[in-house]
């Protein structure tokens, strides 16, 4: 099975500074997707057209395991919504308030 990756240019809030974004994703909403058996990546641009922008890389081991917890619409299963709630709906209203948008494309590893 081919690996599968979320990413998701991330664009902050014009009042959220950077440390605190930083903080909220890595001691809050991460340890969700470890929860899944998802590894999240947090990274910030360091040159081009993003540079200082921040981007989250979710990595899965298939696209069958996003499958089982999310539709590819962002919609919660009822897996998904048995390990994740009420966390997940209270994380993404405090999501809202550092990042404007969502969104994300998702990709199958080639190789």
């Known amino acids: 099975m081919a690996k599968f990756f979320s990413v998701v240019p991330l664009t902050l809030q ?8 930083v903080k909220f994703w890595l001691d809050e909403y991460a340890p969700l997707g470890q ?5 999240s ?6 040159s081009g057209e993003r540079e200082g ?3 989250v890389i979710w990595e899965m081991s298939s696209v069958e395991l996003r499958d089982r917890v999310v539709q590819s619409d962002g919609q919660l299963t009822e897996e998904g919504k048995r390990l994740l709630e009420p966390d997940f709906q209270i ?3 405090k999501l809202d308030t550092f ?4 969104p994300h494309t998702g990709y199958i ?3």
Do not use: I, M, S
């Open 14 to 21: 014009p009042d959220v500074k950077g440390e605190d974004f």
């Open 35 to 39: 929860r899944l058996g998802w590894e």
């Open 41 to 46: 990546h947090l990274l910030q641009g360091e």
């Open 53 to 55: 922008q921040y981007a």
């Open 91 to 93: 994380l993404n209203k």
């Open 99 to 102: 990042v404007t948008g969502w």
């Open 109 to 111: 590893e080639l190789n």
